[in-house]
């Protein structure tokens, strides 16, 4: 299926027919990879309650482009058309002056909703729920619950995960739909409702999202410090925020600025300043591997063979402490460990990098010593147990510590640690050089 | 809250009152992190019902090695009131003669069940369904369907997504809980029904989840090759298996094998199993620095000063090389790009290397002058240049081939392509020192 090939030859007709055959996600993944100029174009085509499915499904920058580059009547027909958290996402990236203009003409109750969500800072939980909530009372029947869920099911964006409030909005349970559909008619919700959990608003929103995997939720309630029902948030955009974490630590991970965007829709300005401050960085703290280079000039040029085995060493060292800190850094992130196991995990790392190190040094004796001589490959073994031990205990110890100082460890990156033990490697391989060799 | 300082005074009141305040993946978080035999201590004083939640939130490994550690009984007992799909997950772990011994045990129907879900091949769709699915007939009425799920509703896992069968069990629709409840009683459930996105039993699981979570779903039916329903997937169990995938990703970015356990509980020799190979890969791969080293061993005496920049140079292009490659194994898991985008994504890739060269080049000449001299500082610029292309085009190059080919993308993780640029930029920058220095 190729959109662009129907648009090329302004086949409307065949786009019609090529579109009305896929899901909307589906349809969104294939406008995204089309230029911006015929995004507008296929999209004003569709059917306009399949726009609205597709463009839930654009990343936020995609969609504000879009809205922008769309006549104004369709705009606001579409702006209309959004729950009040995807309203609010798309807030975020629009122009000012677009934004007053597409709230001021909503109608009142719309523009209270989108305006509440909007109130709460950004990536956080309130930011994310959804105001339009179908809650029951505490005092109330099953029956009449479930006479309440039907008439406003059709509005709400989940009746299966239901509130329970007492008085003044306070959230005192939440009952589910399955369990008030085998409870009995005339049982009081509250004799069925389990104690809720919930999170602030102003929580973040990933661990409003961790709440929700980790008790396998359909929907989250939202509260206010008073405990009153502000939202709720539910599983489907629970996955969406998990996944844009991911993405983020993916990208931090490798030392990059997240890049929201569709990778082909992404301008060559915007690639390289995604990646071009983490390379500044790196470059800086790579000088010094420079300095300490130059401070043993005089070792080197007396034995230039040492130069030989210098990538290899510090590319091992890298590779040791990126594994270390991945896996730390995750088992942070699940909440397996924390700072106060520190000398635990610290000892544990310590022991893995000396059994890897002694199993590096000793496979890697032989081949030095073809290519270099005894001397050489004994300073190379020798160095790899240190560097191995050493880039360990390094990649464990920077990201607990990160987090001990309310830095996300999932920044301090392993390039940023393999240049730390770049440094830190060389020095130790030429003492070791310099005591082993006697120069 | 301190379940281990309970444990080491055997206060078992004080444990219990500790427990009894927190909830089921809590209480499991809490005795992950306890020595293994303090763990079986804790879990037996546990009251049944929490017991069985707490263990479905165990990794399998830990899960199954609890089983074995417990009195038969007790085994016996937790087995049978696990869900079909947990059980299953559960026996890929256990010594085969406990498997067929707690088979034997099962009742009739959950052995059949069980059994059902076991002949799929691991890591499939059908593997993580439930067999247990609460669906209707595409020719019952919206009230007959109602009471069908009120009766079976506190057995099946989901009734929010229900699957609608003609005839021969094959699936022809789903329609959601919702849209029974705000539907007319009289009308038939086939007019409401949506046509169904399903997953066939055979399917990568992490596909299944995929697609749930691209849809937005509460539940994915699963079905033979005949579009007979087999299972459902839910939106919980999706959660489960990304974070599961998510965990496998990043550590192949990082060179390491997963280790599925928690990680205070893994031991030292699977640690180091877990790292070495990969360190070994590597290290091997990085020998190729050695013989470049070698073979300009000569201009390198020439000039010592050269050998100053060489972690800096191949560090660089490692950072920018492992920059892309994360980048485009995202583009390519999700979607956004394919194959077939090769020469545009390579066109994209090695104009943003240039454009980061140039930027890093620039900024490192003047200090590299001061340094090394001017000589120097031109062949470190135009190096930059050109290592930051190779490295941007070999980052983007090497996982699109490895996914035409039908390799996981993510396995060809940065350290891989740090070791392959590192040799090639050791070629590129003795080759213009030569030129450059006139040697």
Redesign the interface.
Known sequence: MDLAHHLDKDDLEGLDGALSSL?A?QIA?HL??LPRGQRAVAFRILPKDVALAVFEWFDSDSAAELLVGLREEHTRELFEGLDPDDRVRLVDELPAAVVIRLLRDLDPHERDMTEAVLGYPRESAGRRMTPEVASVSVDTTVAAA?EH??AV??EAET??MVPVLGPGRRLVGVVS??GL??ASDSQRVGDIASSP?AVLAEADQEEAARL???????GLPVVDREDRLVGVIT??D???I??EE??E???R????FP?RR???STP?VD??KS??V???V??AA??L??NV??YF?ET??EV??L??????L???G???G??T????V??LST???RFA?LW??LG?EL??GL??GV??GL??FI?AWF?AGPGIAAVLAISLVAVCTLATTVGAAVPLIASRLGVDPAVVS??FI??IV?ATG?VVYFLVARAVLGI
């Open positions: 899901t996600p993944a995204l990879r479930l869920l039907r099911g059709a009746i299966y739909l399955r559909l085998v959990i929700i995997r980790a008790h396998g939720m359909i599983v489907d629970a996955m969406r998990l996944a991911e993405a630590d993916a990208a991970s490798a030392g990059t890049v569709h990778y082909l060559l690639r390289v990646r071009i983490w390379l500044l790196l470059i790579a000088t591997t420079v280079l130059d000039e080197l040029s230039v063979a130069a030989l085995f210098v990538p290899l510090i590319g091992t890298g590779n040791a990126s594994q800190v991945t896996t730390v995750r088992a909440d397996e460990v196991d635990r995990i544990r022991l893995t059994g890897l199993v590096l496979v890697g081949p290519v392993a390039p393999t240049t770049d060389l």
